[in-house]
């Protein structure tokens, strides 16, 4: 029988879950929702200077992971320190990239073009995060039913065990202020203020929202959330295009993650 803790946090997400099915028949598909339009302006930048800002937050980003792995074998704090601060290194070496690229053009017009003005910050992050949770959690067991009919392994991510194991407090606090606040800057800004605002409006909308999507689930290298976390990349940029504000699908984003990470440790899930 699950602790009460366990099912106290069950009945929470129950209720988030719920929450978010009204939120997303109100703002997502009522008939006034479907009427909305989209804020979001077409990103006006150059197909070289588009090139220069994927050039730079990869390069940078592996730079910067290739500089601190010696360090962190030198260091000898263990294997899961190594991978998780390796990583960490990777998304903020694609910071420094971005931030390299809106220094190199960003007196030129090319950073971002004029939104409409969208819906508050806050309030709509999370609605945004409470949308995505019935819907993930949706995905989430189709897939697997999908994989399991198939006969295909579907194991968690390294990262969930990594979480679940490590011993050190300041470990782990480094690894929840990464997942929570680092991965989803430096993801959101790739993935959806790059790739998918670049393709919108330059290919059919559904490529601009699934394939970006589909590579942020890819790098993620793990088979039994690649439909989930594909879905997730369509939500967000939907969140962009909708609001026309990146802050609000990276703070959804975190949210997210931090509400996997409180599950994880009530016990619920993988």
């Not at 949706?138 to 295909?152: D, I, K, N, P």
């Not at 606090?173 to 993935?191: D, G, K, Q, R, Y």
């Amino acid at each position: 029988m699950p602790a009460v803790s366990t099912q106290l946090v069950m009945a929470l997400e129950l209720i988030l879950v719920f929450a978010g099915c009204v939120l997303l028949w109100r703002h997502g598909l009522s008939p006034e929702a479907r009427r909305q339009a989209p804020v979001l302006g077409r990103w006006e930048i150059s197909p070289g200077n588009f090139l220069l800002f994927l050039w730079l937050v990869i390069t940078v980003g592996l730079m910067a992971q290739f500089a601190a792995v010696p360090a962190l074998r030198r260091a000898d704090w263990g294997e899961t320190a190594t991978v998780v601060l390796a990583g960490g290194a990777f998304h903020l070496g694609m910071l420094l990239g971005a931030l390299l690229f809106l220094l190199i053009i960003g007196r030129s017009g090319q950073v971002a073009g004029p939104v409409a003005a969208g819906p508050a910050l806050i309030p709509a992050a999370g609605a945004t995060f409470l949308i995505l949770l019935p819907l993930i959690t949706a995905a989430s067991l189709g897939w697997q039913f999908v994989l399991a009919r198939l006969g295909l392994e579907a194991a968690p991510q390294d990262l969930v065990g990594m979480f679940l194991s490590v011993d050190s407090p300041l470990l782990l606090a480094a690894m929840i202020f990464l997942a929570t606040v680092v991965a989803p800057i430096s993801e959101e800004l790739v993935f959806r203020a790059g790739l998918f605002r670049y393709l919108r409006g330059r290919t059919p909308r559904w490529a601009a929202l699934v394939l970006p999507a589909m590579l942020f689930a890819a790098l993620h290298a793990n088979l039994a959330s690649f439909v989930p976390l594909t879905v997730l990349g369509v939500l967000f940029a939907l969140a962009y295009e909708r609001t026309g504000r990146i802050a609000v699908p990276i703070i959804a984003h975190g949210l997210f993650n931090l509400n996997t990470i409180m599950l994880l440790f009530a016990g619920v899930g993988p």
